[in-house]
């Protein structure tokens, strides 16, 4: 299910009255240390988020007609927050300057920093990554009030680090531009002045307008999650419950799951937990016998309260009885392990050490937020989630091999000058293109700027970083998911299709032809057909669950169709080579996190406020960039 946004003018008013707001209060910012008394800034912020306020109410997003808190029809809004599903918002800047060819081109190995969009997590217990078949690693950020509200704030003070650096002479750009789109999307899509809105806006209406950005800046990855709970735990009593008396801790742990299918991942029982799921039973049963609208009514609040026991602050019913928050999920093509296996009759990739893995520390540096000194790595980060003996791991990180793309022989010839974007004016000689399939020792293997988004998605901190949780498929089952909340599960993948064998330790032979039909039978191998919508869909698809550190066969689905994300495009640029907390230290930058200056070289603290005010002083938002459909 998708949103698009469908005004003009109104877009215009509205980002002209933020923007009028926005200056009248930097105007009270710069005045503060020129005279100006406390008492006249506070009115001049009163008469700021007075002007928001107005810019919201000429265009207020207003609930979903039908929808169980609105009595009648509802006007028609520029863009409906309320609707659940995928939220689809261009922008024309993101758009007009994403790269056409995936993978990364390069002249050498040097460090890099993200230039993307997606958000930072900095709570561990709402990201959570999944490998499945097909060779593809998801990530879905739970986004709470906070993530959405430090969005732009983080994108702004990423920003004025890098220019600070820049503008210090500590910082060395090479090879690329992605800086250069950056801050052209930065500038055109009004990010400075939008990022002030939390000083002076209402909290609801800013969020508002920061995932608005968010989707157009990450198009096809925001998804409205809105599902009626009443509804949701009636099927779940008459279906999934009674599975759940007298039985055994793993049938009710699955049970328990199933109150939000695809979505909860409880590896165990707890106490509390066992004792809510009686209550919830005793209420139904008492229901059942009642057939009164009371008795539904304690029900609910029962197994609402067995939900929350399990679901923790991550995802909450609220007043009116519906689940509703906002989600963030990529999906990147991976390598794994350098082996096929046999499956149904069919060769298939195989990849190791399947079940529930957490992040954990490098065993040479006790990091885990490690960086390969090793230059073959690129610098870029490199996340264990399992010690092998006392030595190795397995992590994710980047190819340690590369693509001569003057000489390699499988891919196109027009990927063989490419000088798009090249900082140094000449066709770049190399590229990292993951092979989607075996390849790896054990290890996951990431693309650069997926890599590096990755980390930029990940928490800031060392102790948050850890406890990030990833769930690893059985190599035949695969990573099944309701992605937009519709309750129709599907096959997750992605619509990416180059594989490659190594041989000498350098990039051989495809191992299937870089077209989708043909990928797709060297990928799953059988028991899919194609409907008329040219849509993959699985005979028969089983997920796995995962019980204490282990993954087990899950539920089997019949007939359910592939979910390809789209391809989404890499975002790093290259900078000359710093020492490695350097390195670590810039891919840290976040508003809720203790920059370390000192490792950055810097010789006074970035102040946010001033030094935003002072780019927006230059870069004001002057019309939408923001494209209409």
Known sequence: MTHSIRSGRSVAMRIALYSLSAAVFLVALFQLNDGMTAEHYEALKQEAQQVAQNAWAYDQVRPKAGAAEVDMQAEPAMVDLTRPGLLKVDSTVWKDTKSKIPGIFFYRLEPMFYTGFAPRIQDPKRVHTFLGRGNQLRVTAVLSNEAIEEYLQDIALRYLTVQELLDEGKLELTQNTQWERFKKIINEEGIMALAGGADYMDPEAYRAMAITKMAALNPGRVFHIKMDMRDRLRTWAENELPKAKNADPGTQLVVVNDMLPTRLELTSMTTPMHEKLVAAEAAWDAYKQSQTDAGFETFFTAAADLFHEAAGDVYTINNKGYVDHWEFTAIYPVGTLNQYVKHEGKQIPLYPCPGVRQVCYHQRTKIADHISEKGSYGFTPWIPYMHVGSKLHNSFHSLWFR??????????????????????????????????????????????????????????????????????????????????????????????????????????????????????????????????????????????????????????????????????????????????????????????????????????????????????????????????E
């Open 403 to 628: 693509i001569d793309a003057r000489s390699y022989s499988e891919i196109p010839d027009s990927w063989r000058h490419i000088e798009t974007g090249a900082r140094e004016g000449k066709p770049y000689p190399y590229l990292w293109l993951v092979s989607r399939g075996p390849m790896s020792h054990g290890c996951t293997h990431v693309n650069a700027g997926f890599l590096n988004e990755l980390r930029q998605i990940f928490p800031s901190t060392e102790e948050n970083l850890r406890q990030v949780i990833t769930f690893r498929n059985k190599y035949q089952d695969y990573d099944i998911f309701d992605i937009d909340g519709d309750g129709q599960p599907e096959v997750m993948g992605v619509a990416y299709f180059h594989a490659y064998a190594l041989k000498g330790k350098q990039p051989a032979k495809r191992r299937a032809p870089a077209e989708r039909k043909a990928f797709y039978e060297w990928l799953y191998g059988s028991g899919y057909h194609y409907d008329a919508q040219d849509r993959v869909v699985f005979d028969e698809a089983a997920g796995s669950r995962f019980v204490g550190t282990k993954a087990e066969e899950g539920r089997v689905y019949h007939n359910i169709p592939l979910y390809e994300a789209e391809y989404f495009g890499e975002s790093i640029q290259f900078y000359r080579t710093k020492p490695i907390d350097f390195i670590r230290e810039l891919r840290r930058v976040a508003v809720n996190y203790d920059l370390n200056e000192a490792a950055l070289g810097l010789t006074k603290p970035v102040e946010p406020l001033v030094l935003r005010a002072q780019a927006c002083s230059v870069s004001p938002v002057s019309k939408p960039r923001t494209s209409i």
